[in-house]
């Protein structure tokens, strides 16, 4: 499975934006997919993930009401949807592919390469 995550960007305080993680490869339908961020001088935290159905969705407290995983299976790709963004939400965002709903990134077999995203206040 190899993913390309792309969406990044600048935005303002306040407003949206929407991650897309691509994959090829047809056992990532069976995945399940992971976001995680990275700010500059701290560890890579998990965001969200969602199991292989998208039956199952998990967020981080910080940003639970704001973010939204959803994932299209026949495009093989899984977004996230990231609305009311402040400037701590600044971090690379990185997505991940593994064989469990789990918020630790060691459990991740599949990286991405990363997305910036920057909110100025």
């Known amino acids: 499975v190899q993913l390309q995550a792309c969406g990044g960007g600048l935005v303002q305080s306040g407003g949206s934006l929407r991650l897309s993680c691509a994959a090829s490869?047809?056992?990532?339908?069976?995945?399940?997919v992971g976001w995680f961020r990275q700010a500059p001088g701290k560890e890579r935290e998990f965001t969200a993930l969602?199991?292989?159905?998208?039956?199952?969705?998990y967020y981080a407290d910080s940003v639970k009401g704001r973010f939204t995983i959803s994932r299209d299976i026949a495009k093989n790709t899984v977004y996230l949807q990231m609305n009311s963004l402040k400037p701590e939400d600044t971090a690379v965002y990185y997505c991940?592919?593994?064989?469990?709903?789990?918020?630790?990134?060691?459990?991740?077999?599949?990286w991405g390469q990363g997305t910036l995203v920057t909110v100025s206040s």
């Open positions: 969602i199991d292989w159905s998208g039956g199952t969705k």
């Open positions: 991940a592919a593994g064989r469990s709903e789990v918020t630790n990134p060691r459990q991740y077999g599949y």
């Open positions: 490869g047809r056992a990532f339908s069976t995945y399940a």
